[in-house]
């Protein structure tokens, strides 16, 4: 693969070999250069598409937190609905109390006359009580005068005394206690009655009055906070509008940055498959044999029934307790503990540039990482997103393009996310690993720029 302009030189016509040769270094330089531009190109497209990867994370969490926010308001808005109704109906029942209390006015008015009735009935009674006690006076001087005959009627005459005496005082009580009920109710009478419209008001009415006021401030304030409320309804909807057309542009420029990647890598790969070394080259002939070598450890342990293929294939993840950013074990960790280490370690200490070298399975498991990178979490997000990365899916945009690729080789270019916002720019050379002719995951080499 690494021998196609080879190849074609070796096709080509033997009349013109000083020309071909002459020609020879300038064609490898301009591949070179190419291979330069096409790297430089590659890294200013993965930063632009980083960063719009980040104005887009952003876009979303504020369109999250407008919507939000529009939902609290609609919320407000109803309640305000809800102020504005319970507060009309108050001002009825304030109204119907006022209606109540004249009624009650009313009638307190004919207590008041049926007092007055009683208190006169006992005013005639004490005057009745008064000229009996009279008559019986002078009936009791003539039964004296009368003597012996007149002794039993004087008996009698003193009983009328002694009774017209009981029913004056009764009657005076009556009098009293009625002209103690005339002035309370007088009292009440007055608190309650309404009086001429620019009259002072009974205490009864200045209360209800100033109820009115105050659920009339209430409706009249609900109603400017609902006009407040419609108003930044309307603003919200507008900036909805704004953010979702601002997600959809930065969607696409995601979408071309994509593209514009895509053609430098592609463009490195054709540099790196014409037969001429770049800087590229070590990295992608040490991929690829490292990759045969995992391939071969896997079969053999296949064939010597250290692990079946099913157990191999295993795609139940289960996720490990506790743990952030999750991690999760399979059927074939302990195989991977054991085997990938010999050729993970050996490739990221031959290239000084390499970040890390890791075995994956198609969909970006990675059973074990270099040891650099297999700590145990501490539960520092931060740090251990960048420090325990075993046991983890990495099914990102290049995890998945490395782990499913199976041409012979593939070159990315992308960000790498380290944690806490820290991200590194880096290539990436990857080639499959195949288990007895079944497709197993791929073999990914990160190196700097």
Known sequence: MFHVFKKAAANAPQAEPVAAAAGQPDLRAAVQSISQQAATMGREAAEVRGQLDDAIKVSARQA???????????????????????????????????????????????????????????QQITQIALQTR????????????????GRGFGVVADAVKDLASKVEQSSKAIMSTVGQLDARIGALSREIQVRAEHAEQGAVHKALAEVETGVSSINGAADRSREVCDGLNGQMSEIETEMNRSS????????????????????????????IETEDTPFI????????????????????????????????????????????????????????????ERVLGAHGKAVFCIAVDRNGYVATHNKVYCNPQRGDLAWDTANSR???????????????????FLLQTYRRDMGGGKFVLLKEAAAPIVVNGKHWGGLRLAFNF
Request: with cysteine.
């Open 64 to 122: 999250q937190a407008v919507a939000a926010l529009a939902d609290q308001l609609k919320k407000i808005t109803a309640a305000q609905h809800d102020i504005r109704a319970v507060s009309t109906g108050s001002l009825g029942a304030v109204s119907r109390a006022r209606q109540a209390v004249v009624d009650v006015g009313t009638e307190v008015s004919g207590i008041v006359d049926s007092l007055r009735d009683v208190a006169g009935a006992a």
């Open 390 to 408: 075993y046991r983890r899916i990495f099914n990102d945009r290049t995890g998945l393009a490395s782990a499913r690729n199976k041409r012979p």
């Open 285 to 344: 002939q040490g991929v690829t044999d490292a990759a045969a070598q995992i391939s071969q450890l896997l079969e053999d342990a296949v064939r010597t029934n250290a692990i079946s293929m099913a157990d191999l294939f295993d795609e139940s993840y289960r996720p490990l307790p506790n743990t952030n950013p999750a991690q999760h074990t399979t059927r074939f960790i302990e195989l991977a503990d054991r085997l990938f280490p010999q050729v993970q």
């Open 248 to 275: 959809h542009a930065l969607d696409s420029a995601m979408t071309r940055s994509e593209a514009f990647l895509k053609v430098s890598e592609h463009l490195i790969e054709l540099v790196a498959e014409c037969g």
């Open 134 to 149: 009279l008559v019986a006076f002078n009936a009791s001087v003539e039964a004296k005068r009368a003597g012996e005959a």
